[in-house]
Nanobody
Framework: QVQLVESGGGSVQAGGSLRLSCAAS????????RAWFRHAPGEEREGIAL???????????YYADSMKDRFTVSQDNAKTTLYQQMNNLKPEDSAMYYC?????????????????WGQGTQVTVSS
């Protein structure tokens, strides 16, 4: 059973940085897509970035246009932990941040295509 556990959230002032982590366990699929989404109160869940890993082990990263200037996604060499570096944070970045996984399949920006989700980690940015 695949499980995802996020960590690294917290409270920061505007202009600050945070690094989120998403640790995966029970993960055996070679071809997969992992993603970061966020959900602010009163808003729809919003995609941030996708990392697709193919059967050969190579990965490609895709960013939402509004996120790519300040957010950077990476993963460790074992491809079990996903990271998200967030710089120059703004109050509007305050949200619950989730990682999600889609196994043996390609990437999608549609949340319903991801069957596995972490519990989320809260990010609060004050002005």
């Amino acid at each position: 059973q695949v499980q995802l556990v996020e960590s690294g959230g917290g409270s920061v002032q505007a202009g600050g940085s945070l690094r989120l982590s998403c640790a995966a366990s029970g993960y055996t699929a070679s071809r997969n897509c992992r993603a970061w989404f966020r959900h602010a109160p009163g808003e729809e869940r919003e995609g941030i970035a996708l990392i697709y890993t193919g059967d050969g082990g190579g990965s490609n990263t895709y960013y939402a246009d509004s996120m790519k200037d300040r957010f950077t996604v990476s993963q460790d060499n074992a491809k079990t932990t996903l990271y998200q570096q967030m710089n120059n944070l703004k109050p509007e970045d305050s949200a619950m941040y989730y990682c999600a996984a889609r196994l043996n399949n390609y990437c999608s920006w549609n949340t319903v295509d991801f069957p596995v989700w972490g519990q989320g980690t809260q990010v609060t940015v004050s002005s």
